[in-house]
């Protein structure tokens, strides 16, 4: 778990990277496409970005762990 009020793209990176597998299983991905003051967006890729569920797998799975690991994140939002 990373401490302190400064987030990097590197950090959410390696967060992410952690969580990757699970969607490439299933035909999907994530990108990262920008880190502003404590928000991340993302863009979810392949089976993911036309899934029903995305948005359940955006907020329950990719934010929450996502805070889990960066307690500094606010939000993620996707683009």
Do not use: F, N, W, Y
């Not at 392949?46 to 939000?75: D, N, Q």
């Amino acid at each position: 778990m990373l401490e302190g009020s400064e987030v990097t793209r590197e950090d959410v990176e390696k967060a992410l990277s952690k969580m990757r597998p699970m969607l490439q299983a299933d035909g999907g991905d994530v990108e990262l496409v920008d880190l502003q003051d404590g928000v991340v967006k993302v863009r979810l890729k392949g089976a993911c970005g036309g899934c029903p569920m995305a948005m359940m797998t955006l907020k329950g799975g990719i934010e929450r762990m996502l805070k889990s690991e960066i307690p500094a994140i606010k939000e993620v939002k996707a683009v």
